[in-house]
């Protein structure tokens, strides 16, 4: 298969789509969308409204209609609904959606970070990233990653999506600063002090309740500096890891400070998604991949307190 023909089609198709489902996703949010379905016993994970089906219909039937090759990767959705059947049940590449990111913010309105996001991999990385994140400004807020180059920037509905994000210049990792802030979570209800953990290293970590704004938004400028995540999901975290290694830096796991690859994945019957195991870092800036590791490699590597 053609990896470039296949990012090609997204990089074409897919900011209209995303730039629809975000005005999609600010028109739900002023009804009463919420809808029961998911048991873990986190209210970040448990967090379901119809935006995130409606959302996540669109979204693949645009990719089933768009290139008739988008059809030959495999698809992997946080929700059940599209005609998911269309697309390939083997093979290399995989494109992966999260309809709404920070659903319970979403929900509650306590917050304008959510977001609308897809991507494309293999078993080994991220190959195309694109993330749309309606509420970050006036008009919503670009991140899109792809051939090594990380665009961020504000939206313009007076243009075509696309000819916006051509017009974004790619982010300068030498110009960043070290941003000390970094997303924590995954811990459950241990999400707040593992962010104080943090401290020790001259880091400040936020947990999803005082992060304000979009962790791939905020990575890609380099107001964050990354993430430490307990067994991360397979629909929105890669991005992160796309973002942080266009930049230079990586994605590791703490135990052993091997960088993350998608061979090893669970199935978190408890909230339905596909995860990585154990605790990951994340981050462009290499001396801070070293810190979160040696903190965290002596964590306790299961999710659930009942499995440890």
């Not at 959510?114 to 749309?132: C, D, I, Q």
């Not at 978190?268 to 991949?289: E, F, H, K, Q």
Request: with cysteine; charged share 25%; proline share 5%.
């Amino acid at each position: 298969m053609n990896v470039s023909e296949v990012t090609a089609a997204l990089s074409r198709h897919l900011p209209g789509v995303l730039r629809w489902s975000g005005a999609l996703a600010r028109s739900l949010r002023g009804h009463n969308i919420a809808l029961a379905g998911k048991h873990s016993g986190s209210a970040n994970t448990d967090a379901l409204t119809l935006a995130d089906l409606s959302i996540q219909e669109l979204i693949v039937a645009a990719l089933r209609d768009a290139d008739p090759m988008l059809r030959t990767c495999r698809i992997e959705a946080e929700e059940t609904t599209g005609d998911l059947l269309r697309f390939a049940s083997a093979g290399e590449l995989v494109l992966a959606i999260d309809p709404i990111d920070g659903t319970k913010q979403y929900r509650d309105r306590t917050g304008n970070g959510y977001a609308v996001m897809l991507h494309l991999r293999n078993r080994e990385t991220v190959l195309y990233s694109l993330v749309f994140v309606p509420e970050c400004g006036a008009n919503g807020a670009w991140v899109e990653v792809h051939d090594g180059r990380v665009r961020t920037g504000p939206d313009d509905c007076a243009r075509p999506a696309r000819d916006v994000l051509d017009g974004l210049k790619p982010v300068e990792r030498t110009i960043l600063p070290e941003a000390k802030k970094v997303y924590v979570i995954g811990f459950q209800d241990r999400d707040p002090q593992r962010a104080l953990d943090l401290a020790a290293l001259g880091l400040e970590g936020h947990t999803s309740e005082t992060m304000a704004g979009s962790i791939y938004e905020l990575m890609a400028r380099g107001e964050y500096g990354g993430s430490l995540i307990h067994s991360p999901n397979v629909y929105d975290f890669p991005v992160s890891l796309h973002i942080a290694r266009s930049l230079g830096g990586d994605a590791l796991w703490v135990r052993d400070r091997r960088p993350v690859t998608f061979g090893e994945t669970w199935v978190d019957d408890r909230a339905n998604m596909i995860r990585l195991p154990g605790i990951v870092a994340c981050s462009p800036s290499r001396a801070t991949l070293d810190r979160l590791c040696e903190l965290a490699r002596d964590w306790n590597p299961n999710r659930y307190a009942a499995d440890a």
